[in-house]
């Protein structure tokens, strides 16, 4: 082989914490740096669009996408991007399922804008184009990477943690490629890896993070803290349950669970209890569930546009 | 000729024990209600996730129904008060999601309310009615997963 694989990276609707999340690698990322090539990396290396349509089909060993789709130019870029690389790996939670940007599916395309720019906002529409084509030229919803392009691997998290970056460049640099759409993440749940004790108490009351100092030792759903680890994939080593946060589900939900947030409609409901159960308690049951705030955005905080999510109209 | 009226597409999800024998008990009493859901009987009210009312939904329908034991009398307990639970955050879920919450409806029947049941399925068709078919601006539209129904007459 001539030369060192050449590797793109590429952000679309993101925050740049998934390309900075690759210093977190450490010193093993000197390893990687070393053995290939950054063609293309917009946040590292000073490459523009024509460079990369300058590339020779293929000639890409592999593209790390991070970002929801937002604009039309997020997808002309992937498709670019897909056209000149052997493989495409969604990297991050938004490229993945369509991550925090995606809980503006909530709304509609119209709706964002205006609270975003506000009533009366005034964008100069591009030479030779209508008002309405001004920038920045949103799609109508965000979309995974996945709706557009065909993804041959998904890195998850928000960022990826280091462990799992590091299972993908194994992957590539030994050219032991596991199947075709495979996640670098566990299929087990994260409750298999936390720490945590469950001693499956029942829910007399939800709290969010900020209005509990958690027990160090005690399961943070047994506190009463959403925690979505019995819904989510392991991988992390439960970093924010050790660290007295609750899982928000950031590495997507494990290939058992489904729809996520609809699965963990069905364990919370099986753990809230206000009193015995029975007649008598339904109005406190509803209160305690009522106590959840924010459900959709709880629940789908990273996965929005990949399940149940429609826009509302107008 | 009239404008054909909508007819809404229903799951109804029935346990096992009683609001399923209520609605066999509609049946047999010859009572007359309207043909719009399609009945899925399931061990208990409990074991319905929401994940199957959603499904139930993309497929085409346009409201849920499950049917369960009255409180107390649950064949398993507990189940219909799990179910209840259930029901109350996926409501308040599909309010976020701009779905109306009027589209699931939980009711307790007993298997002596045979009359009930058909009284329940006439409300609920008619409310659904009110409200119209559920389309969401964006999403494609209904695929023909469940035939629409069609009305006898006579």
Redesign the interface.
């Known amino acids: 082989m001539v030369g060192k694989p050449k590797i793109a990276v590429y952000w679309t609707g993101g925050c740049g914490g998934c390309d900075v999340s690759f210093l977190e690698l450490g010193a093993p990322l000197l390893d990687v740096l070393a053995k290939v090539e950054i063609a293309f990396w917009p946040a590292l290396v000073d490459a523009k669009r024509a460079d990369v349509e300058a590339f020779a089909p293929r000639s890409l060993a592999a593209t790390l996408i991070n970002g929801t789709l937002r604009t039309e130019e997020n997808v002309e870029m992937v498709h670019l991007l897909r056209e000149k690389s052997q493989l495409v790996v969604a990297f991050g939670a938004c490229a993945h399922l369509g991550g925090v940007p995606g809980l503006a599916n909530?709304v509609?395309r119209e709706e964002t804008l205006r609270r975003v720019y506000g009533d009366g906002f005034a964008i100069a529409p591009p030479p030779g184009g209508e008002a309405d084509d001004a920038p920045p030229n949103l799609l109508?919803?965000a979309q995974p990477l996945s709706t557009e392009v065909t993804v041959d691997y998904v890195v998850p998290g928000c960022p990826p943690p280091p462990a799992l970056i590091g299972l993908l460049f194994d992957a590539l640099l030994s050219g032991d490629l596991p199947p075709a759409g495979h996640v670098f993440a566990h299929d087990k749940a994260l409750c298999e890896e936390c720490p945590r004790t469950r001693e499956d108490r029942v829910l007399t009351k939800i709290v969010r993070p900020h209005e509990l100092v958690p027990d160090p030792e005690a399961c943070l759903l047994d506190q009463g803290m959403i925690c979505l680890g019995p819904v989510t994939r392991g991988g992390c080593g439960a970093a924010c349950p050790k660290a007295g946060m609750p899982c928000t589900g950031c590495l997507g939900p494990t290939p058992h669970a489904?729809?996520p947030?609809?699965?963990m409609?069905?364990a919370?409901?099986?753990l809230?209890r206000a009193g015995d159960?029975?007649?008598a308690s339904?109005a406190g049951?509803?209160a305690v569930?009522?106590s959840?705030v924010?459900?959709?955005g709880t629940?789908y905080k990273y996965s929005l546009p990949s399940y149940?999510?429609?826009?509302?109209?107008g | 000729m009239a404008e054909a009226q909508f007819e809404p597409r229903i799951v109804a999800f029935l346990c096992r024990w009683c609001a399923g024998a209520g609605a066999d008990l509609a049946g047999t009493s010859r009572l007359r209600y309207p043909p719009n859901a399609v009945a899925i009987r399931v061990n208990c009210s409990g074991r319905v996730e929401p994940q199957w009312v959603m499904e139930a939904f993309r497929s085409g329908a346009d409201g849920v129904f499950i049917g369960g034991c009255h409180p107390g009398d649950c064949h398993y307990v507990s189940g219909n008060y799990k179910a209840r639970r259930r029901v109350h955050l996926l409501k308040r879920m599909l309010s976020e999601l701009g779905i109306e919450p009027e589209r699931v409806r939980l009711e307790w029947v007993s298997a002596t309310e045979g009359a009930k049941f058909a009284r329940l399925m006439h409300e609920f068709v008619e409310e659904l009615r009110a409200l119209g078919p559920r389309t969401d601006p964006g999403e494609a539209a209904p695929s023909a997963a469940l035939p629409a129904p069609s009305r006898r007459k006579g």
Do not use: N, T
Not at chain 1, 308 to 313: I, T
């Open positions: 909530l509609s109508p919803q489904g729809d947030g609809l699965a409609i069905s919370l409901a099986s809230v159960e029975g007649e339904f049951e509803d569930l009522d959840l924010d459900p959709v629940l149940v999510a429609k826009r509302r109209s």
